[in-house]
Structures are given as structure tokens and as C-alpha cells.
């Protein structure tokens, strides 16, 4: 089976950076498109990027430039390296995948950017 658990996320003042992971079982993270999302109560979720499992990235325009997704594949982890925070950016973070005709979330980890 697949599952997808995220980590890493906290509460840093605006300016600095945190480094999410995305703890991949059950699939190997080179095999399909990983996506980091993200979600403030009472919003849909967005999507922040994705890397394909052949590495190409693509990011959304209000963090371009300052989020990088990369892979660590004897780890089999997904990590979205977060610099330049913003109060903005603040929400709880996912990660996501399609294997086998599904979909898979993680249980999402929250960032909180003091002002």
C-alpha cells in the first residue's frame, strides 16, 4: 500500500526557512508526479508544485524563486525546501501522489510564519 506522511513544519518568523518531508512507503518517489499542497481553514487547497518522477518541477508564481521541491531517493522521501517565508505562506502543508489509478494524501503538516 501507499502512504504518504509529512513532517518538518513548525513556526518560524518571516524572513527565514523550514524544510518539509514527505516520507514515501509502499512506492518508489521516482515512479510518478509527488505534489505539495496547501490549505488554510475555510479555503480550497492549493497547489504549491509537483516533480515528476522524471524531476522536472514546476512551482506555483507566489513561490517561485523561493520554494525548491527535490528528491531523496534512498530515503524515498519528497522534500519542499521553504526560504524567504511569508506571514502569507502560512497553512498546513500536504503532499500528494496517483499511483495505480489513485490518489494518496498525507495527514498535511502545519507552517506558521510570524510576522
Known amino acids: 500500500q501507499v502512504q504518504l506522511r509529512e513532517s518538518g513544519g513548525g513556526v518560524v518568523q518571516a524572513g527565514g526557512s523550514l524544510r518539509l518531508s514527505c516520507a514515501v512507503s509502499?512506492?518508489?518517489?521516482?515512479?510518478?508526479?509527488m505534489g505539495w499542497y496547501r490549505q488554510v481553514p475555510g479555503n480550497q487547497r492549493e497547489l504549491v508544485g509537483v516533480?515528476?518522477?522524471?524531476?522536472?518541477?514546476n512551482y506555483t508564481d507566489s513561490v517561485k524563486g523561493r520554494f525548491t521541491i527535490a528528491r531523496d531517493w534512498p530515503k524515498n522521501t519528497v522534500y519542499l525546501q521553504m526560504n524567504s517565508l511569508k506571514p502569507d505562506d502560512t497553512a498546513r502543508y500536504y503532499c500528494n501522489t496517483n499511483y495505480r489509478s489513485r490518489g494518496f494524501w498525507g495527514q498535511g503538516t502545519q507552517v506558521t510564519v510570524s510576522s
Open positions: 509502499g512506492m518508489p518517489v521516482s515512479v510518478n508526479t
Open positions: 516533480i515528476s518522477g522524471s524531476g522536472i518541477t
